[in-house]
């Protein structure tokens, strides 16, 4: 459970953000803003500068996106420690994964 104030993250019986006292939410609310919709990674972006290009191409190429700043997830952290500054993961329909990992290639390859 997420509080929408402030995104602390609570455990899933707890139903009130103890510094807000709001009404907590379902993480997925906002990390999937399309719930329906099968949302695949594309490959890590090292800075949120390399992921606002990439975000810009799926725009022209008319794919949604949304996009999840400092990842860390525990699949992901060990991946993370090894990389300096800003990871950003950009989320895309898994229908479009095909396309956009082929769109944002030259991106994610000049950014190692
Ligand atoms: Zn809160």
Redesign the pocket.
């Known amino acids: 459970m997420i509080?929408?104030?402030?995104?602390?993250e609570y455990l899933d019986h707890i139903k009130e953000?103890?510094?807000?006292?709001?009404t907590?939410v379902d993480a997925c609310v906002i990390d999937l803003p399309i719930p329906e919709m099968t949302w695949a990674a594309l490959p890590p972006f090292q800075g949120k500068i390399y992921a606002d290009m990439a975000a810009e191409i799926l725009d022209n190429h008319d794919i949604a996106y949304y996009l999840k700043m400092n990842w860390s997830s525990s699949a992901f952290v060990i991946e993370a420690a090894s990389l300096p500054g800003d990871v950003v993961r950009i989320f895309v329909p898994k229908s479009s994964l095909e396309k956009a990992t082929e769109l944002v290639g030259n991106i994610t390859e000049n950014n190692a």
């Open positions: 509080c929408p104030e402030c995104h602390a953000c103890g510094d807000c006292k709001l907590l």
